[in-house]
């Protein structure tokens, strides 16, 4: 009898420890939560874009009381280079008929180069650090597009272009848990001017001598 009273204890004692924030009714807007382990949304609990912000995360130190948050905003037009060729999209998570940067909303900007194509790709201050989440997207001295670069997240810029993208890219990929050395895919093509793909190498370092090849034949 004592064997099974100890072990429903323990079991208690273990839901509580993973379950320790519950949410089952509508929070406070422009607030969040946050908790190591799990938040559990039950029914009761509601929350719509029209009414604030609200957010949860895990990872971070207990927080249950309605801590204030202020949603990220900005207008990055009044901080893009002149010499840059970009294109800049705002996506409103919240009914509007005028621009209005303070409105939630997702922003996104697009850098060309001289000749036209994508260079580089930002996601504005779209982690959950704040941080700009940056795609780089480089050519060959053909002007192939043969690598295909894992986003990185760095600090803002305000939708400015952001430089060393690659090294950066490489440097989180070696550290944060993750210890790979290859955050890119790599296309091999062909010498010709049909510019067929011969084979792929996915990202991860244990994909680079376990490439994806392509083989072609006459009809």
Do not use: C
């Not at 039950?42 to 207990?62: E, I, Q």
């Amino acid at each position: 009898m004592n064997k099974k009273i100890y072990s429903i204890l323990l079991l208690a004692g273990s839901v509580l420890h993973y379950g320790q924030i519950v949410l089952n009714s509508s929070p406070t807007p422009n607030t969040e939560v946050s908790d190591p382990h799990s938040i559990r949304l039950l029914p009761g609990f509601s929350f719509g874009s029209a009414s604030g912000t609200f957010r949860g995360y895990l990872g971070s130190t207990n927080n249950s009381g309605n801590n204030p948050y202020v949603p990220v905003t900005v207008d990055p037009t009044t901080n893009i280079s002149g010499s840059e060729n970009y294109i800049y999209t705002r996506e409103y998570l919240v009914p509007t008929t005028t621009s209005n940067p303070a409105l939630q909303q997702i922003q996104n900007i697009q850098f060309f180069d001289g000749l036209g194509r994508p260079k580089q790709n930002i996601g504005i201050k779209s982690t959950p650090g704040g941080k700009d989440l940056v795609t780089s997207i480089p050519y060959d001295n053909f002007g192939r597009q043969v690598d295909s670069w894992l986003p990185v997240p760095i600090s803002s810029q305000n939708g400015n272009i952001q430089s060393g993208v690659e090294g950066s890219a490489t440097a989180y990929y070696q550290s944060n848990g993750i210890n790979d050395s290859s955050p890119f895919t790599h296309k091999t093509l062909e010498n010709s001017p049909l510019d067929r793909v011969l084979n792929v190498k996915n990202p991860g370092a244990d994909w680079q001598n376990k490439p994806v090849t392509f083989g072609y034949d006459a009809n």
